[in-house]
């Protein structure tokens, strides 16, 4: 069971976190081309990814022409 973590493991491992208390020296991208590259992470997955984006343009595109069609045709029927 390659991967797997033992209870004692954890328990080292939440001990020596506690200890070091990484999150506090955690300080995030200091410089504007880190920032600037940082702040594309979140197209990389999720909801923000390209593929998503790209699918919400074409539902948005799609929404819009229809409702333009319906605009026109209640027009010609008023």
Request: no cysteine; proline share 1%.
């Amino acid at each position: 069971m390659a991967g797997r973590w033992t209870q004692e493991r954890r328990e080292r491992q939440q001990q020596m976190m506690l200890t070091l208390k990484p999150w506090l020296k955690s300080t995030g991208a200091k410089t504007q081309a880190g920032k600037r590259r940082v702040s594309q992470n979140r197209l990389k997955t999720g909801k923000q990814s390209q593929w998503y984006v790209e699918i919400q343009q074409t539902i948005a595109q799609a929404d819009r022409v229809a409702r333009e069609s319906l605009s026109r045709l209640d027009d010609q029927t008023s």
